[in-house]
């Protein structure tokens, strides 16, 4: 490998990954190191100095392994001693890869030789520091600027043997530096800024530079305040400090100040920073919950409640189950209990250690409140709509979310007005929805009197295959037209998301920040007031209100945002693990029907082990996700690459990107020329900005039509033959989520995986018959080309509906789910009876009683009351999947009677006998 690192590269990985570089560069220098050793050349010594020059740079934003062992290691070059260097360069290259040096202090001796290195996370070291929790501290600035550690040194003279937690301090000179050290050195947990720091960077830095302006920072007077807000914004984990030397008394009590969590006059207390640097991250570190139930598990505790398994002891002293015991290990049932005291605290009503926590969880999101949930993020939609929806409100929600909406909207006896996502029909799946589906619904409601019967929208956010809204111009445009909408994010897939500084801004809990700041702000208010002068009406009248960027009025609208999460799917914690996250500045007029949703739905025995993993997971978060989920984006940036460029892979599969996955109309970025594989790190940042969907790289779909496999044949081979598991298929791909769990081994496997499987087409399609040849070929055209429409929601059967004659697409899923309770409403047509077909053509119509859900895609073709068309029936004829939720493929369909149908007017439900009862 050559040495090309550089701070102003434009690559995605330049961006995400350049913290795996960075081992491979050190691994790469060290055998070159070794080769000079071995086989001596004039100009060996040369081009190590050449490779360390162009590494210094860049090294200086880490504290290992530091200026001062870089500096040696060129007086060794430059002394001949390669060595002294290749010791060196071994050292540092193990040590960055096996992350010892965050363990033992002694990794800091690498012109020393070591021992063979131990496994990443595995301790040989018995002294107090090796078990500490290790991390980096930036400081902006100098005090004396002949001396550009001091500050360093003086931090590191304060440490003691006590401290929970060990650092080591790196030094910048500039503000551009500082924020470059931080999107590279996800070990940073603090920042300590002193006044006085320029804002330029010796190194020339465009592309941050169009990031910097969009954030409005000054570039001359004190930049300390100006520096910790944009830390706030981007990384807001971070713990900030300002050490002024100035007029503290001044700004210390300024909006900008808020910024900083401390102030400090100078460097008079240099012990009180160092252990507000401490307190900070215990602040972060703690887990109230899991902290006690491990001191409960080691109480001894007699257990007489209804919980045998407590305590272990009937699985242990078991002649025929001890297995168990041995299997999961014996503080697995020393932390079991179904008591609530003692620390433990009640999920239904938290006044202690839960309560703790979930304000935790709250302020680590972003949220004003989290409530957690043991039992998936299915149950907390269910408790998010049945509390803030009543009988007859009108719910927009995507025809394509998780079916836990529907049945919440069945519960809750709201009325679905659903909206069409944007088909990708050859890859048979669904993106998200479009901005100007949801602006013609609103303004079709308004012109039809009901926008005041409109309570929330329901959107899916990323969606199963990565697609991210952008979720303050969703909510925006929306709050234009209805200013006090709510909104529920089902962001299921995206827990993790809010812990990187460019998804972040694609989440709910990120839209709802920036949109309470667009309440306040001075220069939002004067671009409204321009907006205001264009006159777009908004009462479905102005074919404007489509087409244009609408701007919601400050003094008007209301920030109503709920969130909810699946932690387990994302981040570290066990199945079922969800959050709802709430930003609604009216959540007290809702506080009361929300819990009681909450106590409908949460289960009086939740799982304590569930909801300590909730507790740890958000510590892991907050302290290292930035890292963990960067690690991630770039593991799916270079699982692209190598799919995509490797010449026999590419011959059978092909990793989608943005370009395939969403259409151009909804990606303003695409007119920027560059690769669509791999587009620049700026390009991206554009694209997370302002285009309308972005998708989530760490959603990797895979076509794998082309190699003659259906996704769920291909799923089912990966599962047997490789031991490779995926989850979410469609007709012609399959997708690999790439999450905080996967290293680059896993992914190399996949592409060994898919190269072995590719060599075999190879193999067979070179000695197969010509039959057999054109079978193939007949079988990727079927799966590739010749692929089925997919069916749009037709509409609510006029029987379902208040007003037949509204062009408005609501209707009474909740009386129909109920009316086919009784079997003598319903009749059951198999998909192949001709009875079917002439229905279709002459009527009368198709109803569907039930929701009727195949897997792929995942979400109901079929609802109840829903009249189906010969477009639902050809795309069920063309499915090849094997589970169908609602469909008995013995009985058929399940279908209204016609005769049920008419017995009553529009807005009724009839029963059985014909009676006609008022819609409630």
């Not at 709250?362 to 949930?373: K, L, P, Q, V």
């Not at 969606?463 to 925006?476: E, I, L, N, Q």
């Amino acid at each position: 490998m050559e040495p090309i690192v550089s701070v102003t590269g434009d690559t995605l990985t330049d961006l995400f990954g350049y913290g795996a570089r960075r081992e491979d560069y050190w691994r790469s220098m060290q055998r070159t190191a070794d080769t000079a050793l071995r086989h001596p050349s004039p100009d060996s010594a040369a081009r190590l100095r050449q490779w360390l020059r162009t590494l210094i740079p860049v090294e200086a934003f880490w504290a290992f392994p530091g200026p001062g062992i870089l500096a040696q290691l060129m007086t060794a070059l430059d002394d001949g001693d390669v060595g002294a260097f290749d010791v060196a360069a071994r050292n540092i290259s193990a040590a960055l890869h096996t992350k010892s040096y965050r363990r033992d202090p002694s990794a800091r001796e690498v012109f020393e030789p070591h021992p063979a290195v131990v496994e990443e996370g595995v301790d040989d070291h018995d002294d107090a520091g090796s078990s500490r929790p290790y991390f980096e501290v930036l400081i902006v600035g100098g005090v004396d600027p002949d001396d550009h550690d001091g500050l360093a040194r003086a931090l590191h003279g304060l440490r003691e043997p006590s401290d929970d937690f060990r650092y080591e301090c790196v030094t910048v000179d500039s503000f551009q530096d500082a924020i470059l050290a931080l999107v590279l050195n996800q070990e940073i947990q603090a920042v300590v800024a002193l006044d006085g720091f320029p804002y330029h960077s010796a190194s020339d830095l465009p592309h941050l530079e169009t990031f910097l302006s969009s954030h409005g920072v000054p570039h001359d007077g004190d930049l300390g305040l100006p520096l910790l807000n944009v830390v706030q914004d981007v990384l807001p984990q971070v713990d900030r400090y300002l050490l002024a030397d100035r007029g503290w008394e001044l700004i210390a009590g300024t909006n900008d100040a808020a910024a900083a969590r401390r102030i400090f006059f100078g460097i008079e207390e240099l012990r009180e920073v160092h252990l507000s640097i401490l307190e900070g991250i215990r602040e972060r570190f703690q887990t109230p919950f899991f902290d006690n139930l491990k001191a409960y598990a080691q109480r001894p505790m007699g257990t007489y409640h209804a919980l045998p398994i407590a305590r272990g002891k009937s699985i242990m002293n078991s002649n025929w189950i001890r297995d168990m015991g041995e299997f999961y290990g014996r503080n697995l049932f020393l932390a079991e209990s179904s008591a609530t005291t003692g620390g433990l605290d009640s999920l239904l009503e938290p006044t202690g250690t839960i309560k703790k926590a979930q304000e935790l969880a709250a302020r680590a999101f972003g949220a004003d409140r989290a409530f957690y949930a043991t039992n998936g993020t299915s149950t907390s939609n269910k408790i998010v709509v049945q509390a803030l929806c009543r009988p007859g409100d009108i719910v927009l929600i995507d025809r394509d979310c998780h079916k836990s909406h529907h049945y919440a909207c069945v519960l809750a006896g709201a009325q679905p007005y659903y909206i069409d996502a944007f088909a990708l029909t050859e890859y048979s799946m669904y993106g998200g929805v479009p901005i100007d589906r949801i602006k013609a619904a609103l303004l079709e409601l308004k012109a039809e009197g009901l926008l005041d019967r409109v309570r929330m929208l329901i959107l899916t956010n990323a969606t199963f295959d990565g697609h991210m809204a952008h979720t303050v111009r969703t909510m925006s445009e929306c709050l234009a037209i209805k200013p006090d909408l709510i909104f529920l994010w089902d962001e299921a897939w995206s827990a993790a998301a809010h812990f990187s500084p460019y998804l972040r801004p694609r989440t709910a809990m990120g839209g709802a920040a920036h949109l309470r700041r667009l309440q306040s702000s001075p220069e939002y208010h004067r671009e409204y007031q321009k907006f205001a002068e264009q006159a777009i009406a908004v009462d479905g009248t102005d074919p404007r209100a489509l087409t244009e960027r609408l701007l919601p009025d400050p003094a008007q609208f209301h920030v109503r945002v709920y969130q909810t999460t699946s932690v387990h799917k994302s981040m570290s914690a066990l199945r079922q693990a969800s959050i709802m996250l709430v930003a609604d500045q009216f959540f007290g007029e809702v506080e009361e029907p929300f819990k009681e949703a909450f106590y409908t739905h949460t289960s009086t025995s939740p799982n304590q082990q569930i909801i300590a993993t909730l507790d740890v997971a958000r510590r892991q978060m907050e302290l290292e996700g930035f890292e963990l989920v960067s690690k991630a984006l770039q593991l799916a940036v270079e699982m692209r690459l190598l799919i995509n460029e490797n010449p026999l892979i590419s011959r059978y599969f092909r990793a989608l990107t943005a370009r395939e996955m969403i259409p151009a109309r909804y990606r303003q970025s695409a007119e920027i020329a560059g690769r669509e594989d791999q587009p620049s790190w700026s390009t991206t940042m554009l694209a997370i900005e302002q285009d309308e969907f972005f998708l989530d790289l760490t959603r990797v779909t895979v076509m794998c039509g082309r190699a003659g496999m259906n996704g769920a044949d291909f799923k089912a081979l990966l599962a047997a033959e490789y031991e490779i598991q995926i989850n979410k298929t469609s007709r012609n791909s399959v997708l690999f989520q790439i999450n905080i769990n996967n290293t680059r081994g896993d992914v190399a496997h996949v592409i060994k995986v898919l190269a072995d499987i590719s060599r075999k087409i190879d193999e067979h399609l070179h000695t197969c018959s010509a039959h057999e040849r054109a079978a193939f070929e007949d079988t990727v055209a079927e799966l590739v080309d010749r692929v089925p429409d997919l069916p749009n929601f037709s509409r609510f059967h006029d029987f379902f509906r208040d007003d037949p004659a509204s062009p408005t697409r609501h209707g009474h899923m909740r009386e129909a789910f109920y009316l086919a309770y009784d079997p003598l409403n319903c009749e059951h047509l198999r998909l192949e009876d001709p009875e079917l077909d002439r229905r279709l053509a002459q009527g009368p119509e198709l109803v569907g009683a039930n929701f009727v859900i195949p897997y792929p895609p995942g979400f109901p073709v079929i609802v109840p009351g829903q009249v189906v068309t010969e477009e639902v029936i050809a795309f069920m004829r063309a499915l090849d999947v094997s589970e169908i939720h609602g469909y008995d493929p013995h009985r058929g369909l399940k279908l209204f009677k016609p005769e049920v149908l008419v017995a009553a007017g529009p807005g009724q439900v009839a029963g059985p006998e014909g009676a006609a009862e008022p819609d409630a």
